[in-house]
């Protein structure tokens, strides 16, 4: 039974910074490819960034040189510590694993999913 659970949303303001943090149980390894979406009211669930088995990261442009995903295969968690926040990225986030080595733009291509964290970036 895996089990992914985020934490570490909450509100803050424009220009501020927050760290997600995603625990991972179950069969869930190091050989889990990771990905963090995210989905404001009324659009589609998009991609934030993803890292790989191998630690190779890959970045949606609205997060790249804001966002840094990461992970720690001691502890299977998977953070993703976010900068420079701005309304725009106000959102409920979601901690995503697939059964493969390599990541995935699409999120049909992840086979788990966290209840979700939201984050409000409000003055």
């Known amino acids: 039974q895996v089990q992914l659970v985020e934490s570490g949303g909450g509100l803050v303001q424009p220009g501020g910074s927050l760290r997600l943090s995603c625990a991972a149980s179950?069969?869930?390894?190091?050989?889990?490819?990771m990905g963090w979406y995210r989905q404001a009211p009324g659009k589609q669930r998009e991609l934030v960034a993803f890292?790989?088995?191998?630690?190779?990261?890959n970045y949606a442009d609205s997060a790249k040189g804001r966002f840094t995903i990461s992970r720690d295969n001691a502890k299977s968690t998977v953070d993703l510590q976010m900068n420079s926040l701005k309304p725009e990225d106000s959102a409920v986030y979601y901690c995503?694993?697939?059964?493969?080595?390599?990541?995935?733009?699409?999120?049909?291509?992840?086979?788990?999913w966290g209840q979700g964290t939201q984050v409000t970036v409000s003055s």
């Open positions: 995503a694993a697939r059964e493969f080595q390599d990541g995935s733009t699409w999120d049909r291509a992840y086979d788990y």
């Open positions: 179950g069969s869930i390894s190091s050989g889990n490819a």
């Open positions: 890292i790989t088995s191998r630690g190779t990261t």
